[in-house]
């Protein structure tokens, strides 16, 4: 999948997620945000003008959100995301009320959707987690510019190929049939148990590897 996939998946398989902004304060706020649109230039949600996620949004300009679809933990698969945020406007607003029609029972005048705007988030990098794959399935992604984000643990030239790590990895997604082992980072965790554990301490931590 590619990243305007994986936006559309959250768009139309999880719809409602939950979004992180942060107050004066610096403190966190969470909010239930409907993702209602996904293309090449990002993800679509919109917001009224009067509420106090509006003005998070318009001081902040950056947002982080997650989103689950499943039955249970070992069936769901969730999605997060976060970046840069702009408003649009009310331009957009015609289209994503067609999409969306649960929202003329929300706002059922025109009047009522005055309040509306649309906010797009535009450059921001993502995760995909697939718990209902043997082992999970693990993705990094990014939009708009964005550099991709990747964090995780890395075996460097120094190991020994000991198994040290096999013994206690959730998963069994370290490769031994190399020259060398290799974590495979679509399957990881990121629990650092291979860390810990690897006695030549030849296992790395490292974000934006």
């Known amino acids: 999948m590619n990243s305007n996939e994986y936006l559309t998946y959250l ?9 992180a902004t942060v107050d004066d304060k610096g403190l966190p706020v969470t909010a239930a945000i409907d993702m209602m649109a996904a293309d ?5 949600f ?5 509420k106090s996620f509006y003005d998070r949004l318009k001081k902040g300009g950056y947002l982080a ?8 933990t070992m ?20 289209q994503l009320f067609q999409k969306n029609p649960y929202m003329n029972e929300i706002y059922p005048t025109p009047q009522s959707q005055m ?4 906010f ?31 964090e995780g643990y890395w075996i460097t030239d120094t190991c020994t190929s000991c198994r040290t790590c096999e013994t206690v990895c959730p998963q069994s997604c370290i490769d031994f049939s190399g020259a060398k082992a290799v974590i495979l980072q679509e ?8 860390m810990s554990v690897c006695p030549q301490g030849s296992i790395c931590h490292e974000e934006s590897h």
Do not use: M
């Open 11 to 19: 768009v139309e398989q999880i719809h409602t997620t939950v979004v």
């Open 40 to 44: 090449e230039k990002g993800l679509y």
């Open 46 to 50: 919109l917001t009224a003008k009067g």
């Open 65 to 72: 959100l997650t989103g689950i679809k499943g039955e249970d």
């Open 75 to 94: 069936h769901c698969i969730a999605v997060s995301v976060r970046g840069k945020v702009e408003e649009l406007g009310r331009e957009l607003l015609p």
């Open 115 to 118: 309040a509306l705007t649309v």
């Open 120 to 150: 797009r988030i535009y450059e921001g990098s993502g995760e995909w987690f697939d718990l209902s794959k043997k082992p999970i399935q693990h993705r990094s992604f990014a939009f708009g510019g964005a550099k991709e984000e990747k």
């Open 187 to 194: 399957n990881c965790l990121h629990c650092g148990n291979c």
